[in-house]
């Protein structure tokens, strides 16, 4: 049972820049992550992050055929607005309707989503 996992990263010019390797039996993932940092005008945070997903054996699909390697990426956008923390995200993946019977990368659902998200701390 032979695994094994990679991380790094760096910091410069107020962004956070990373890539994460993963070698599970079975399965080779790949992340590359950024975190921009605020941006003009508008003050948003900006996060990036791609992954690759590639498996030994290819996945059946529910649909018919079979899938050995996918990917999936997300774009997070984040800012504070009268004490209130918004944030908005979309997420993607190269599968699509019944393939999506194979995913199993980083977000939460495999379908491309958008989510908004308004938060408030009580104390």
Same mark, same amino acid.
């Given at each position: 049972?032979? /695994?094994?996992?990679?991380?790094? +990263?760096?910091?410069? #010019? +107020?962004?956070? =820049? +990373? /890539?994460?390797?993963?070698?599970?039996?079975?399965?080779?993932?790949?992340?590359? #992550? /950024?975190?921009?940092?605020?941006? %003009?005008? &508008?003050? &948003?945070?900006?996060? @990036? *992050?791609?992954?690759? $997903?590639? =498996?030994?054996?290819?996945?059946? =699909?529910?649909?018919?055929?079979?899938?050995?390697?996918?990917?999936?990426?997300?774009?997070?956008?984040?800012?504070?607005?009268?004490?209130?923390? @918004?944030? =908005?995200?979309?997420?993607?993946?190269?599968?699509?309707?019944?393939?999506?019977?194979?995913?199993?990368? $980083?977000?939460?659902?495999?379908?491309?989503? #958008?989510?908004? *998200?308004?938060?408030? %701390?009580? #104390?």
């Amino acid at each position: 049972n032979d /695994a094994a996992e990679l991380y790094g +990263g760096l910091s410069i #010019f +107020g962004s956070r =820049l +990373g /890539a994460a390797l993963s070698s599970d039996p079975g399965r080779n993932d790949t992340t590359l #992550f /950024a975190d921009l940092g605020v941006n %003009p005008p &508008f003050g &948003f945070d900006v996060t @990036l *992050k791609y992954g690759n $997903h590639r =498996l030994d054996n290819p996945a059946s =699909l529910s649909g018919g055929g079979y899938v050995s390697v996918f990917n999936d990426w997300s774009v997070n956008l984040s800012r504070p607005w009268l004490g209130i923390d @918004l944030n =908005l995200s979309y997420s993607g993946t190269s599968l699509t309707g019944s393939d999506c019977s194979a995913y199993s990368g $980083h977000n939460s659902y495999c379908d491309t989503t #958008f989510m908004l *998200k308004a938060s408030r %701390p009580f #104390f």
